[in-house]
């Protein structure tokens, strides 16, 4: 892999914009070459401004009926839960567009968090049509960090972070919601494209423990981004690179 990208905006505007004409450029590559373009949506209210951004201003730069929306990520909560990661998605965005059903592909938050797991490793088998052992590769795969380093539902310290065979695991964490489903690591970096979001400065201590501390994913698990066939965009507002020594 080449090096991430570092790209710091002036502000949570200005990287919601950037965040949404990249979308759209990667989307629209993945649409001219492959037919199709499958992306990995994430939660947080930062990156939920950036989907009502793609629903109304860039709108019409999307060829929508060719894309495939799945999530890398859910709170064990029903899907009309404002802390559910798809209704984020279904305010903001999907349901101002004419989507198919069959084109939105959520975590089942409602169900037991096992047999949810289960069932979106099985969704993502099916629809990938992927051979024992094969890994889905999405075109772009939207991640937030959470104030302690954590990305998706990969917890610092947690038992996920070392998944391997899983494609998708549930996890308990210390945080509210603690019952959730997460991708693992390996599905994270199978994709084509990965772009970490991040705003506002009580991102910035992790921020910097993430690009200067030590390697440590255990303690900082956005470090597990490292896809060995794609490519890593950060994306941060001044606010969270405020502590980078290299801003």
Same mark, same amino acid.
């Given at each position: ?47 939920g ?7 109304d ?8 009926? @060719? $894309? /495939? ?7 064990? =909560?029903?899907? #009309?839960? %404002?802390?559910? *990661? ?13 989507l198919?059903?069959s ?35 999405f ?9 302690n ?15 391997a065979?899983?494609?998708?695991? @549930? $996890? /308990?964490?210390n ?5 959730r =489903?997460?991708? #693992?690591? %390996?599905?994270? *970096? ?58």
């Open positions: 892999m080449g090096k991430p990208q570092l790209i710091v905006l002036d502000d949570k505007p200005a990287l919601l914009t950037r965040v949404a004409e990249e979308i759209v450029h990667i989307a629209g590559e993945a649409v001219c070459t492959l037919g199709e373009f499958s992306i990995c949506l994430t939660g947080g209210t930062t990156v401004d950036g989907y009502e951004l793609l629903a201003r860039f709108r019409l730069s999307v060829d929508w009926k @060719a $894309v /495939e929306f799945f999530w890398g990520d859910e709170r064990c =909560v029903a899907p #009309t839960s %404002p802390d559910s *990661n798809y209704n984020l998605a279904n305010q903001m965005m999907l349901s101002k567009l004419d198919k059903p084109q939105i592909h959520r975590i089942r938050g409602e169900d037991q968090p096992a047999e949810a797991a289960s069932s979106y490793e099985r969704e993502l088998r099916e629809t990938f049509t992927l051979s024992a052992g094969e890994l889905p590769r075109d772009l795969v939207l991640l937030g960090v959470g104030d380093a954590h990305i998706a539902s990969l917890f610092p310290h947690t038992p996920a972070i070392h998944e065979r899983r494609l998708a695991v @549930a $996890v /308990e964490v945080a509210p919601q603690r019952h =489903v997460s991708l #693992t690591a %390996p599905v994270l *970096n199978r994709a084509a494209h990965v772009m970490l979001i991040v705003s506002g400065a009580n991102k910035a201590q992790a921020i910097k423990n993430i690009f200067e501390g030590p390697h440590n994913p255990d303690e900082y698990p956005a470090q597990l981004i490292d896809p060995s066939d794609g490519d890593v965009m950060w994306l941060l507002d001044k606010a969270a690179a405020s502590l980078l020594k290299s801003s």
